[in-house]
C-alpha cells in the first residue's frame, strides 16, 4: 500500500497527479480544503487530498500498474477476469457523480452563489473572482460590514512617493493635464509651495496652450519639451522648485515606441510616476493598459472621472489585483476643487454607498 497526500488550487489538477503518480487504481482516502493563511487575495483556496493505492493486493480485483520484474520463473495465472456487477457499477457512477459536484463546488461561484451579499457586490462592478475570494474569506455567513471591513484592510493608499518630480502617464483623454492643474494648484495655494510644470506633450494640437494656460493662471514656470535632452535642460532650470509637475502625451499606449520613449525621458531621474485611469475603464482594458505602463515603474494610480462612473467596482479590482497604490481620485472638470486625497474608507464608500 503506498499512501500520497497532494494539494493544489483545483480538485482536477490533484486527480491528474494522482493519475500519473498512483495509477488509475488510486482511491482518495480524505480531501480537505485548506485555510489560506497567506495575504494571497488572488490565490484560490486550497485543497489536500490523501491517496493510496495497494500494489499488493490491486483494488477491486484489478491489477497494479507497475509492471513486475521478471524473475525468469513462470508468470502465475492471471486470475480470470468476471464482469462488473450492476450494483458495482452504479456505485461507480455514484462515486464519478459525487466527484464532479466537488469539482464544480471548487470552482467558488457555486459556493456562494446563494448569498445575497455576492449578487450585491457584483452589482457595484466589483470583479466575481474577486467577491468569491472575499466571501470565502469571511466564510458563508459573513456580513456586509466584514466585508467593508476587510476591503478598507486591504485596499491599497498612498501619498505620493517622495520625489521632486511627478510624471503623470496615461492613455488619451483620461485627465492628465486636467489633474496636474489641480494638484498644481493645490500646492501653490494650499501648500505655498514652489510648483513648476513641463509639458512632453507636443504631439497634440493644443496641448502645449492648455499647459501653458494653467500655468500662467496658477503663475508657475512652465515650458514644453520636445526631446530627451530639452527635458533635462528644463530639469535643470526647475532645480530650486519644490515639485515638478511632467505632463506626458496622450497616445494610445499600444502604439509600438510610446513607453520605450518615455523611459528613456525618466530613465536616472527617479520620480513618482502616476497612472492615470478613468473608473468607468472596462475591467479587461484596466488589466491590459497596466500591463503596457508597466513598462514603465508605475509608483501610484490616480483614478480620474469617478463622477461619470456609474459603478466604481473597478477600482478596489484594480488595487486588489496589482496592488497598486492610490495617491487620488477625481471627481470632475472643475480645477482645482474636483480631486480628494484616497483612502481605502472612501473608496469602499465611493464603491459600495452607505449601505450595500
Ligand atoms: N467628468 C470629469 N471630467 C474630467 C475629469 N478630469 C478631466 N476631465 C475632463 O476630461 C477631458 C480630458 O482631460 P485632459 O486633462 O485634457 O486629459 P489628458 O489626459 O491630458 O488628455 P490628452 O492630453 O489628450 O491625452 C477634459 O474635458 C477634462 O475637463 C474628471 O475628474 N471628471
Ligand atoms: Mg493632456
Not at 493510496?52 to 491489477?63: E, L, M, P, T
Request: proline share 4%; charged share 25%.
Amino acid at each position: 500500500m503506498q499512501i500520497k497526500t497532494y494539494t493544489a488550487n483545483s480538485m482536477k489538477d490533484i486527480l491528474s497527479q494522482i493519475k500519473s503518480e498512483l495509477g488509475s487504481d488510486a482511491v482518495i482516502l480524505s480531501k480537505r480544503e485548506i485555510t489560506d493563511k497567506t495575504f494571497g487575495l488572488t490565490a484560490k483556496p486550497l485543497i489536500e487530498v490523501t491517496a493510496a493505492v495497494d500494489f499488493d493486493a490491486g483494488i477491486s480485483g484489478y491489477y497494479p500498474k507497475t509492471p513486475r520484474v521478471s524473475s525468469g520463473a513462470p508468470e502465475p495465472a492471471l486470475p480470470a477476469f468476471s464482469a462488473p456487477s450492476a450494483e458495482h457499477l452504479a456505485e461507480g457512477i455514484t462515486e464519478l457523480k459525487d466527484m464532479i459536484k466537488e469539482l464544480i463546488a471548487h470552482s467558488g461561484m457555486k459556493l456562494h452563489e446563494n448569498n445575497p451579499l455576492r449578487k450585491k457586490l457584483l452589482s457595484r462592478g466589483i470583479r466575481p473572482n474577486i467577491v468569491d475570494v472575499l466571501l470565502t474569506k469571511l466564510g458563508a455567513g459573513a456580513k456586509e460590514s466584514a466585508v467593508r471591513n476587510l476591503l478598507c484592510k486591504l485596499i491599497k493608499t498612498e501619498e505620493p512617493k517622495t520625489s521632486r518630480v511627478w510624471v503623470f502617464v496615461g492613455t488619451t483623454g483620461v485627465g492628465k493635464t486636467t489633474t496636474i492643474a489641480k494638484i498644481a494648484a493645490g500646492g501653490v495655494l494650499n501648500h505655498r509651495r514652489k510648483v513648476g510644470l513641463i509639458t512632453l506633450d507636443t504631439y497634440r494640437i493644443g496641448a502645449v496652450d492648455q499647459g501653458r494656460i494653467y500655468a500662467k493662471i496658477l503663475n508657475i514656470p512652465f515650458t514644453s519639451v520636445s526631446s530627451v535632452s530639452e527635458f533635462r535642460t528644463a530639469l535643470g532650470k526647475m532645480g530650486s522648485l519644490d515639485l515638478v509637475l511632467v505632463d506626458t502625451v496622450g497616445r494610445s499606449a499600444l502604439c509600438g515606441d510610446y513607453i520605450p520613449h518615455l523611459r528613456e525621458h525618466l530613465d536616472g531621474i527617479d520620480p513618482c510616476t502616476f497612472l492615470l485611469m478613468p473608473v468607468a475603464t472596462r475591467d479587461s482594458e484596466m488589466d491590459a493598459i497596466t500591463r503596457t505602463f508597466s513598462g514603465l515603474d508605475i509608483h501610484r494610480m490616480i483614478f480620474t472621472k469617478a463622477d461619470e462612473a456609474i459603478h466604481s467596482g473597478s477600482v478596489i479590482t484594480h488595487n486588489l489585483i496589482h496592488r497598486i497604490p492610490v495617491s487620488y481620485i477625481t471627481t470632475g472638470q472643475r480645477v482645482p476643487e474636483d480631486i480628494e486625497k484616497a483612502s481605502s474608507s472612501t473608496i469602499v464608500h465611493r464603491c459600495l454607498g452607505d449601505r450595500i
